[in-house]
């Protein structure tokens, strides 16, 4: 087989096609969440505790000198990414209880048992005969 058939083989199987759109679509979801927390939640929480912009909100390590640029431990940027997080944490855990219970749901009901086949009527009748003499 040549080496462009196997890629094609394996690239055209379902789980890879499915989860190649599950990667495309978490990474359009990762990037509506950060503006949703960046543009959003961020501003109105930084109004409430005090005009804070949390973008901005750094530890300085170093000074600048010279054409060196500072130091700094950006601590306001992981704060929001921190809150990205929870948001799409969150979100994936309300999908993943979602798919659980509709497969309890399924689970759930019982099929129903099977007719009895011909063969065991007879047999079932030859039985309640023989009881009965």
Known sequence: MSMMKEFKAFAMRGNVVDMAVGIVIGGAFGKIVSSFVADVIMPPLG??????????????????????????????????????????????????????????????????PPAPSNEEKLLAEIRDLLQQK
């Open 47 to 112: 109004m409430i505790l005090g005009k804070v912009n949390f973008s901005e909100l750094a530890w300085t390590l170093k000074d600048a000198v010279g054409d060196a640029a500072a130091v700094t431990l950006n601590y306001g940027k992981f704060i929001q990414t921190l809150v990205d997080f929870v948001i799409v944490a969150f979100a994936i855990f309300m999908m993943v209880k979602a798919m659980n219970s509709l497969k309890k749901k399924e689970e759930a009901a019982p099929a129903a």
